[in-house]
């Protein structure tokens, strides 16, 4: 069965730190990966996929992840945090082999950024 | 720029109204979605439809109907609202079967007394 597992109900990083987002995955076929940021009271905006290719993506707003098939992860990260980036961060996976084509959801991990 | 809308951002029922969520897209996509969002269970989708007049149910459709008569409009219906139903709903659009990037309205978030 399809699953995403978002380890960290909640991270803490102080402005200016690298922050990572952790999130691993299972899938029978291919992932397709996903990062979605959720700010307070607004809907999910995308930040950055993985379908096939270069394992480092590049997204929206400075931020990359790492997609690492033997760990079955896809860690969100970001070299210096700001606290504009304080926000919910979600992961949600796509297997290739299933025909219903629908995304499963982590549970989300709350970002904080200290000043 | 995609633009999804949400008819209400914030709503207040109660138990054993009938509720309609309306959400409207402007970019011509085929793929819509519904989704309850609650704290620790991240997302759930109720039903998604791939085309017009055409729905499919999703993980936890119980208590809940769709309808799509045209394209741009995926409206969200609960026959009878209770207290269980108190969430945000979210609705999403994508541009086609093969394409899985989904943009999102700003939510509904539905109180049911």
């Known amino acids: 069965a399809q699953s995403v597992a978002q380890p960290e109900d909640q991270v803490n990083v102080a402005e200016g730190n690298p922050l990572t987002v952790k999130c691993t995955y299972s899938?029978?076929?291919?992932?397709?990966l996903f990062w979605y940021v959720q700010y307070p009271n607004r809907g999910l905006q995308f930040l950055l996929k993985?379908?096939?290719?270069d394992n480092l993506v590049k997204g929206s707003y400075g931020f990359e992840a790492e997609f690492n098939k033997s760990q079955t992860s896809f860690h969100l990260k970001k070299p210096s945090a700001l606290v504009s980036d304080s926000a919910l961060y979600f992961c949600?996976?796509?297997?290739?082999?299933?025909?219903?084509?629908?995304?499963?959801w982590g549970a989300g991990t709350k970002l904080i950024i200290k000043p | 720029d995609v633009k999804v809308t949400q008819s209400s951002r914030y709503l207040v029922k109660r138990t054993g109204e009938k509720v309609f969520l309306e959400c409207v897209q402007d970019?011509?996509?085929?793929?819509m979605f519904w989704y309850r969002q609650d704290p620790g269970l991240g997302l759930r989708l109720i039903y998604f439809?791939?085309?017009?007049?055409?729905?499919e149910k999703g993980d936890i459709p119980e208590g809940y109907s769709v309808s799509r008569e045209k394209k741009e409009r995926f409206s969200l219906i609960l026959e009878s609202a209770s207290t269980n139903q108190t969430s945000m709903y979210l609705c999403?659009?994508?541009?086609?079967?093969?394409?899985?990037?989904?943009?999102f309205g700003p939510g509904t978030r539905l109180t049911v007394l």
């Open positions: 970019m011509d996509h085929e793929n």
């Open positions: 899938v029978s076929g291919n992932p397709y």
């Open positions: 439809s791939y085309d017009v007049k055409m729905k």
């Open positions: 993985y379908i096939t290719g």
């Open positions: 999403a659009s994508s541009l086609d079967r093969n394409t899985d990037t989904q943009y």
């Open positions: 949600a996976v796509r297997d290739s082999m299933d025909s219903n084509y629908q995304l499963i």
